[in-house]
């Protein structure tokens, strides 16, 4: 394979990748307002399960896109050695689509750096309640901090401050998180261009949805432990708004149990409404989100020759 090969290679990949998620971002921007209001009929971890999904999906398409369609119809259609020259749109297409690709591993690396210096703020290790965690002086709450092996930290205002229901059930709420994997969620999310406003509204929709499956993990629809959860988070606030420390920024890839930015009063308010705590689910829509997708990449997998040829006319 000769370097000019290879570059051209380079330039149809990222192009193809920049097309794609375009278009795709456009999609799902276009559909977010009626996906957000259609989830919210189910439960929300289902619906924080179809939030992400749809968040990460032009990403992920465009991926696919380009590993499973334009790599392998370009090495078995384009000839090893070619004189032909790329366009002004395929050029510029592939600038773009190299810019994102490199602005999105900034974002996560430097998303991993900065919840790696905040784990490195927990000052001593410590036993409360028969579990283990680490006590932080720079903070005045409760987070999940780390992706691959999550840490509970907690301040000391939070242990002084909660009772014991109230911390049982608070840490069962974090227990819940970890268990979800979403401090990897965050990072997949910091790996996704949001190239539209359509999509951080997903991304919004699926914290909340987030929490709130969390809150009903926690509480399993008992009254006293929900009550005891809702005593928690605005205990929790009232430490944070008296904690001058607590204005700094959380960096992405913590979860706090009370975040600075959101409708705390929405979320008490359900943790007391027992009726919130489940509804059935409706899988019709995954149903037919899931064919949709699978015809569209094993119709085009079939036909690498008019994938061959899309690429062509991108170049030209």
Known sequence: MTPSYLSRLLLLSSASFFVVLILAAAV???IAPAAI?????????RAAQWLLTLRLLPAALSAMAVAGLCVPSYLRFEPHISNEEAGVVALTAAILGAAICVLAIYRASSAMLRSALYLRRSSRESVVNGEKLWIVRDGAGLALAGILRPRLLISEGAVAGLSSDELAVAL??????RDSRDNLRRLLIQLAPAVFPGLRKLEQAWVQCAEWAADDWATEGDRERSAALASALVRIARLQSNT????????ALVTSLVAVDEDLKQRVDRLLDTRAFAKPPNRGFEAIAFACVALLIGGLAMN???VHVLLENLLD
């Not at 069962?172 to 998180?177: A, D, I, L, Q």
């Open 28 to 30: 799902m921007a276009w």
């Open 37 to 45: 209001r259609r989830v919210a009929t189910v439960g929300p971890r």
């Open 172 to 177: 069962r709420h974090e227990h819940s998180h």
């Open 244 to 251: 001058l420390q607590s204005n700094r920024a959380i960096p």
């Open 304 to 306: 690498l020759r008019l």
